[in-house]
């Protein structure tokens, strides 16, 4: 279990982490999302005692991070892909990571083995990494230890679309194995497909969190018939939101029941009911993250 209640981190007059609250689940996949610069790293800092907090707490299996009696084997923590002495090869850097953490030599082996870096590109020195294969070494340096929890900084990025689905089945399985993940990302696409539960943050703050299902059903019901605004009258006298969405389309607030019941009772005929997509998902989460936007940054 990953518990942060109340973090707050100012510099100066800046507020980074405004007050934030929220725990990730053991045997769940939890992603952390919100645009670049909305306070997901500061987070991620002050939860692995690199960042002190302001106020509030960021607690690992019941503990601050300092206080784990043996971190490397408990969290595997990857903040950085970049951060790795360039002159080192892959192995080297495993071979120090597994001696400072007391683990069987083997370890070395299978952590290469479980990211797919070969013989080869192990004794590669880092400096000649693409981005890719500098994340494959991060995850495989946080699962050098086999430990219950993983927090990963932005994993994805320099993945291929390959890389990109050989990590969303190892953290799967190792959240179906009854790990606990925390996984950041600025990009909605990369954590919707693997993620159980969604924190996301906007300027410092947590803007929306809970199941994907839980956002999907805020994020509103598309109907669809041939009358549009005649349902969205009805809609709109029993309390509801009603946008109209193009070729006969509109979206509700109103939950599918509600609007299915509605029209019925209206004598509409509906030939699509269903509740919003990842389009929707997507049009929240860019709508919720609107004021800390860049050009292109969730795009």
């Known amino acids: 279990m990953i518990t942060i209640e109340n973090l707050t981190r100012r510099y100066g007059p800046r507020t980074a982490v405004d007050d934030v609250t929220f725990t990730a689940r053991p045997g769940r996949v939890t992603g952390f999302l919100g645009p670049n610069g909305a306070g997901k790293s500061t987070c991620l800092r002050m939860l692995v005692g690199l960042t002190a907090p302001t106020a509030g707490s960021a607690t690992v299996l019941g503990r601050r991070f300092v206080d784990l009696p043996d971190p490397g084997r408990e969290v595997g923590v990857l903040l950085d892909a970049s951060a790795q002495h360039a002159g080192r090869t892959g192995r080297e850097i495993l071979t120090v990571a597994q001696r400072t953490m007391g683990l069987p030599r083997a370890r070395v082996q299978t952590s290469l083995d479980l990211v797919s870096l070969t013989d080869e590109e192990a004794e590669r020195r880092v400096r000649h990494y693409s981005l ?82 839980e956002l999907l059903v805020s994020a509103g019901t598309l109907a669809r018939c041939r009358d ?52 929707g998902l997507e049009e929240m989460f860019l709508e919720l993250t609107a004021d800390t936007q860049r050009e292109g940054a969730a795009a």
């Open 228 to 279: 549009a605004d005649a349902l969205g009258r009805v809609l709109v006298a029993a309390g509801h939101t009603a946008e109209p969405s193009g070729d006969g389309a509109l979206s509700t607030d109103a939950d599918p029941d509600t609007v299915g019941r509605l029209a019925l009772e209206a004598g509409i005929a509906l030939s699509e009911l269903r509740t919003a997509d990842g389009a």
């Open 132 to 213: 890719g294969m500098r994340q494959r070494l991060g995850i495989a340096t946080a699962l050098l230890g086999d430990p219950e929890v993983l927090v990963l900084d932005e994993p994805a990025n320099g993945l291929d679309p390959a890389g990109i689905r050989w990590m969303r089945d190892l953290l799967r399985d190792y959240a179906d194995r009854g790990g606990t993940v925390l996984l950041s990302s600025h990009l909605l696409h990369e954590i919707e497909v693997i993620a159980d539960d969604l924190v996301v943050i906007g300027q410092g703050r947590i803007v929306a969190q809970g199941t994907q299902a």
